[in-house]
């Protein structure tokens, strides 16, 4: 059973920078996308960012020119970078990975969410 473990998450100013990171542990034949998602309170859950397996990225307008998203594919890791944090970007951040096993069955892996809180 594949895991997905987050950490990076805490309480930065506004303007300042966090990294998030997740890898994936367990037995995987391929990670195609993976992604980051945020869900603040009495709000749906987002796509933050998300990255192909070949490099391709895609960004939420709101976080577009602050957040960088990468992966290390030989780690089975995604990180985001993001910068210029700012109040409304406060929320539960949830890594995503669109794992095929050997068997060739596909499952949407979720990580268990990191806090993130920008505030004065």
């Known amino acids: 059973q594949v895991q997905l473990v987050e950490s990076g998450g805490g309480l930065v100013q506004p303007g300042g920078s966090l990294r998030l990171s997740c890898a994936a542990s367990?037995?995987?034949?391929?990670?195609?996308?993976m992604g980051w998602y945020r869900q603040a309170p009495g709000k749906q859950r987002e796509s933050v960012a998300v990255?192909?397996?070949?490099?391709?990225?895609n960004y939420a307008d709101s976080v577009k020119g602050r957040f960088t998203i990468s992966r290390d594919n030989a780690k089975k890791a995604v990180y985001l970078q993001m910068n210029s944090l700012k109040p409304e970007d406060t929320a539960v951040y949830y890594c995503?990975?669109?794992?095929?096993?050997?068997?060739?069955?596909?499952?949407?892996?979720w990580g268990q969410g990191t806090q993130v809180t920008v505030s004065s």
């Open positions: 995503n990975a669109k794992i095929t096993y050997y068997s060739g069955s596909n499952f949407s892996s």
């Open positions: 990255i192909t397996s070949g490099g391709s990225t």
């Open positions: 367990g037995t995987i034949f391929s990670i195609s996308d």
